[in-house]
């Protein structure tokens, strides 16, 4: 068995948790006992165990931990053998800063023991909580940035290409009609599950004659004379994933990664896909804060706005 000196072994769960929880639980007596286990208690904190033969070690990530009651947490165990150090920490994307600890003299993990974990083996069990778990070679998630899926049609100087198609230099169409140079593509392989679940936004709903995939956190343009009566504004913008009603939009679990494509056009703009309006991202400087053409409303906002488009009818505008 071949060991891996270094890596990170990454678990996004689903909130609220109802008292401890024991997320991932791997026993295996295959040449000697081995094991991981993944514990979750709101005072007692976070706790990996890991056991190799008659060596066991426990990291632990004291609470009390604060878990919000709706959302995403994301436990990340992160070992580097040469380094002798480990990292343990829990984040909930979008309710604050998360925690960290770490310490020395980690225990490297044996390859196949981390794909029995992964591959969901007989020797695992894995609570209903449980969203994803995969492992990565380094201590960071993927690069992520709002995108669109590979297939989506983008309206060019050309007609309509699928947006996995594009290639710097292309001229896009914008909600103002004309032409735009894109600058740069940041093509990606995300997780589909947890935080980054993506969001399928179904035709003929949103000025869409075919099923548009986006990211949950894909700005997406909302028109009509209850957006004008609502905001003093006939456009605004709001993320994909407060557009979900199981029906127009829904969250879309049926892949484990999402191959997918970022668009930058300079300062974020509104392009076409078909009749769907997409803002572009801006990739040079993610830092910079850059300001949205219209009016981007929260959840809350989005949720009247859409029961008033679906009473009138006009659910499909865009």
Not at 57 to 76: D, E, K, T, Y
Not at 217 to 241: N, P
Request: hydrophobic fraction near 40%.
């Amino acid at each position: 068995m071949s060991l891996l000196a270094k890596a990170t072994l990454v678990l996004e769960f689903e909130l609220p948790l109802e008292g401890s929880a024991i997320l991932i639980d791997f026993k295996t007596s295959k040449s000697w006992p081995r094991a991981l286990s993944i514990f979750v208690d709101e005072q007692a904190g976070v706790v990996v165990m890991h056991r190799q033969g008659d060596r066991l070690m426990r990291h632990v990530l004291p609470g009390h931990l604060g878990l919000a009651s709706h959302g995403v947490g994301r436990i990340s165990f992160g070992w580097d053998g040469p380094g002798k150090s480990w990292t343990l920490s829990l984040e909930q994307p979008g309710h604050g800063k998360g925690r960290k600890t770490r310490g020395r003299d980690p225990m490297p993990m044996f390859m196949e023991d981390l794909l029995s974990v992964c591959q969901g083996a007989d020797e695992i069990v894995r609570h209903r909580s449980v969203l994803w778990f995969g492992l990565m070679d380094g201590s960071n998630l993927p690069e992520r940035a709002p995108w669109i899926g590979l297939q989506t049609p983008i309206e060019t100087a050309n007609g309509p290409c699928p947006a996995g198609k594009l290639r710097a230099g292309d001229l896009l169409l914008t909600e103002d009609g004309d032409y735009a140079v894109l600058q740069s593509l940041l093509h990606m392989d995300l997780p589909s599950r947890g935080s980054f679940s993506p969001v399928m936004l179904r035709a003929p709903y949103f000025g869409a004659e075919t099923d548009i995939l986006v990211s949950s956190d894909q700005l997406v343009a909302i028109s009509g004379d209850e957006v004008e009566y609502l905001f003093s504004d006939e456009t605004v913008l709001t993320e994909a994933r407060n557009l979900t009603d199981g029906r127009a939009a829904l969250m879309d679990f049926r892949r484990a990664i999402t191959s997918c494509v970022s668009l930058d056009i300079g300062m974020p703009r509104l392009i076409r896909a078909e009749d769907c309006r997409l803002l572009t991202h801006f990739h040079e400087q993610p830092w910079l804060k850059t300001s949205a053409p219209h009016l981007v409303i929260q959840g809350y906002e989005t949720i009247p706005l859409l029961d008033m488009l679906g009473r009138t009818g006009r659910r499909a505008a865009a």
